[in-house]
T-cell receptor, first 113, second 110 residues
Framework: GAGVSQSPRYKVAKRGQDVALRCDPI?????LFWYQQALGQGPEFLTY????????KSGLPSDRFFAERPEGSVSTLKIQRTQQEDSAVYLC???????????FGPGTRLTVT | QKEVEQNSGPLSVPEGAIASLNCTYS??????FFWYRQYSGKSPELIMS????GDKEDGRFTAQLNKASQYVSLLIRDSQPSDSATYLC??????????FGAGTRLTVKP
């Protein structure tokens, strides 16, 4: 079946613009995770959903970052007033409950100019 | 101290040799441990998971866990050029929260 998909694959934003990144998890996967991966670094945890409930948002770096999963399937990560330090690859992963992070999407590469 | 530490490398081994990748973690309550392979420009791909002390073998890959030393390693036997990638160690503190190391870049030379 289809894996985790993300869109757009690439996004260039001018500093101060708002962006929205989409994640379509594997059908039936209850858990959904967002990670931020800067160049040369490992993925950094941002937030976690179980169905529509956001159970952990401790990794969101500032209140400019917001994530939602209103119907327990597709998730959107929104970044307001983008800054250059937001430039990174944003990875989404989904899994059956209890198997964290085993299926990653291709990522969205965000470049803030 | 970072929660998950890896030698960033690069680690270079000749084709056919054993590549040894190491990882230490700080949280003694960590429950499960993973190795991911990440090719340049691609997303991480799970290659091994280990949950209890000792060795776990899967083909050319062996994961080793020592919870007392807070140490996990990955051995790749008969290394191939196609194994050249960044290897990420990840530690699961609970079902919801996985922390990654910065990765070790491995190059296998023909």
């Amino acid at each position: 079946g289809a894996g985790v998909s993300q869109s757009p694959r690439y996004k260039v934003a001018k500093r101060g613009q708002d962006v929205a990144l989409r994640c379509d998890p594997i059908s039936g996967h209850v858990s959904l995770f967002w990670y931020q991966q800067a160049l040369g670094q490992g993925p950094e945890f941002l937030t976690y959903f179980q169905n529509e409930a956001q159970l952990d948002k401790s990794g969101l770096p500032s209140d400019r970052f917001f994530a939602e999963r209103p119907e327990g399937s597709v998730s959107t990560l929104k970044i307001q007033r983008t800054q250059q330090e937001d430039s990174a690859v944003y990875l989404c992963a989904s899994s059956l409950v209890g198997l964290a992070g085993s299926n990653f999407g291709p990522g969205t590469r965000l470049t803030v100019t | 101290q970072k929660e998950v530490e890896q030698n960033s490398g690069p680690l270079s081994v000749p084709e056919g040799a054993i590549a040894s990748l190491n990882c230490t973690y700080s949280d003694r309550g960590s429950q499960s441990f993973f190795w991911y392979r990440q090719y340049s420009g691609k997303s991480p791909e799970l290659i091994m998971s280990i949950y209890s002390n000792g060795d776990k073998e899967d083909g050319r890959f062996t994961a080793q866990l020592n919870k007392a030393s807070q140490y996990v390693s990955l051995l790749i036997r008969d290394s191939q050029p196609s194994d050249s990638a960044t290897y990420l160690c990840a530690v699961n503190r609970n079902n919801n929260d996985m922390r990654f190391g910065a990765g070790t870049r491995l190059t296998v030379k023909p």
